[in-house]
């Protein structure tokens, strides 16, 4: 017999007393764990990836899981999307600057560093 029969009979064989049973046959009820946001995950694996992408569909991400009515889990993959994301992009940028000044210096036959 499936548990939801168990549960449903059990409510039904102790319908209306008001003790233990009844509060037993609800804690007892199947449950299914809540879907985890779709954009909250893929924001934060792309966020170890493309940094950028990673931090705006954390963005995307939270403002799906704050809308009304929603019922799906993955706000903390969500916020760490953001934070990876945005600290991947800021050391990806300031080593791209620092490539860059290297490089042109070398281009200009200039020592490193002066």
Known sequence: MPDGDVVELLAM?????????DQKAIM?????AP???????IG?????????AGFILGVFALRQLRA???TESGAGLARW????????TVFSVL???LWASLFFSALNGQPFGR
């Open 68 to 70: 009304p009515g929603n």
């Open 95 to 97: 080593f791209f600057v």
């Open 13 to 21: 064989s102790h319908k209306g007393s008001g003790g233990l049973d």
């Open 28 to 32: 007892t009820a199947p449950t299914s």
């Open 44 to 52: 934060f694996i792309a966020a170890f990836v493309i940094p950028v």
């Open 35 to 41: 879907r985890t946001n779709t954009l909250a995950l």
């Open 81 to 88: 999307a953001l934070v990876i994301g945005a600290v991947l």
